[in-house]
């Protein structure tokens, strides 16, 4: 049960990158006062019925399991979770049943900071990449909690 409830909290950031991000190019500390990016939030809550559930406080949220099948985040999208590891999943977003977004999940030894390499495509075509740190507002155990982005990294993709 607590691989269970580790491997289902990891799931976070893909639902956030459903719209695609918009960073700026570049290196961002988002505690520092010069920073223009705006902090992501997200919660994840472990639910009876075993699966996990998501919110981003804005009125998104998402049922979900680490079982590799899509689940509906909006009228087109989907999300789809894979664990790899205790520490380490994999997300893929999808619009119309295209792949827009995968996502690479990885929780610190000492579980305060979520580390997550997405890639994906614009909806003008062009590639992103983008890494995001993550550091735990409350929980103390696993990745059930509140995360807050701490630091993007975005990079523009030649074709």
Known sequence: MKMLILACALFFPSLTAQAVPTYP?????LNDPKSQDSSETFTYSALPSGMMHFTDGSGESLDFAFDGKDYRSAPNRTIS???TSESTWNTVTKVDGVTVTESRVRLSFDGKTLFVSRSGTRPDGSPYKE???FARVTGTVGPIGKWRSTKVEAATVNR
């Open 131 to 133: 890494e995001v740190q």
């Open 81 to 83: 979770w894979s664990l």
């Open 25 to 29: 190019v570049g290196s961002s500390q």
